[in-house]
């Protein structure tokens, strides 16, 4: 009966544990896009990867060759023909680091606009149906030409980045030390029996 009341209480001890570790491994993520955009361009994110799509006036940085900042990481999008100024409609090559990325899952993405002179807004959000895929559209549409656009795009399922190696927080290692000790005095009862 002691030892069945033993296994119940680290067993309990054992799903807390998890209930408050495996949660900080699957937290809400946040993309930062920092962006010099003239006319309008669509912003295109699956899973980890990146793309414009650009309609009117110069495509995002180009002819002031800035990058476009992911996560602070720059960018310089290539294009069909070297010229995306009022292509209407072509797309850059492919951005394959955004770090977290997007989770092949249905969720609901946030925009946070931190700087903007016109209009960002989110026209599509991850589904199944677009195979997962967010599209954020910049319309700088002022003359007078281009200007920095920077947003966050806060979303709840992140796809882990390949170089990401998870870390415990201090309540996820205070809670691995009690089930070390917790383990470590199991397995001393256990010896002590099996000699004994």
Request: net charge negative; hydrophobic share 45%; aromatic share 12%.
């Amino acid at each position: 009966m002691k030892s069945f009341l033993s296994r119940g209480v680290a067993l309990t001890i054992l799903v807390v544990a998890l209930l408050i570790i495996l949660p900080n491994y699957v937290q809400a993520a946040t993309i930062r896009v920092e962006a010099f955009i003239d006319g309008r361009s669509q912003l295109i994110i699956k899973g980890n990867t990146a793309q414009w799509e650009h309609f009117d006036a110069n495509g995002p940085g180009y002819d002031d060759h800035y990058p476009t900042y992911i996560n602070g990481v720059g960018w310089f999008p290539t294009w069909p023909g070297g010229d995306p100024s009022d292509c209407h409609g072509c797309f850059s090559g492919v951005f394959p680091a955004v770090c977290p990325g997007l989770s092949a899952v249905t969720q609901t993405v946030t925009l946070n606009i931190i700087q903007a002179r016109e209009s960002v807004t989110i026209i599509q959000q991850p589904a199944l149906a677009n195979n997962y895929t967010l599209i954020v559209q910049f319309n700088d549409i002022v003359t007078g030409g281009a200007d920095w656009y920077i947003i966050e795009l806060d979303f709840p399922d992140a796809n882990l980045c390949v170089s990401s190696v998870p870390t415990m927080t201090e309540w996820g290692m205070i809670v691995f030390a009690v089930l070390a000790g917790l383990g470590s005095v199991y397995y001393l009862r256990r010896q002590k029996r099996v000699t004994s």
